[in-house]
Nanobody, 116 residues
Framework: QVQLVESGGGLVQPGGSLRLSCAAS????????MTWYRQTPGKERELVASMSSAGDITNYADSVKGRFTISRDNGKNALYLQMNTLKPEDTAVYYC?????????WGQGTQVTVSS
């Protein structure tokens, strides 16, 4: 079955950096668009960044453009999100996601807290 396991979250000061990872299994990773979402309490989950299956096309939310970089390693079935110049408003649970077999699949999420 599809499994997505995020890691790398934590507490960081404003202006700091974190790198999130997502380990994927149970599907042919290299065939799928992969996406990072985030969610804060009381708000809908929002798309942060996505990457095409080959890694040649990316899409970012306006709020993270120039600060976040999505990448993937199809040989390792891994998705990454490099987050730089973090702001308090980036605080959220971050989810790795894939649309597979007719529905969107999610990992368990990893908490990112940006605070001094």
């Amino acid at each position: 079955q599809v499994q997505l396991v995020e890691s790398g979250g934590g507490l960081v000061q404003p202006g700091g950096s974190l790198r999130l990872s997502c380990a994927a299994s149970g599907f042919t990773f290299s065939n799928y668009v992969m996406t990072w979402y985030r969610q804060t309490p009381g708000k809908e989950r929002e798309l942060v960044a996505s990457m095409s299956s080959a890694g040649d096309i990316t899409n970012y939310a306006d709020s993270v453009k120039g600060r976040f970089t999505i990448s993937r390693d199809n040989g390792k079935n891994a998705l990454y999100l490099q987050m730089n110049t973090l702001k308090p408003e980036d605080t959220a649970v971050y989810y790795c996601s894939v649309f597979s077999l007719g529905r969107r699949r999610w990992g368990q999420g990893t908490q990112v807290t940006v605070s001094s």
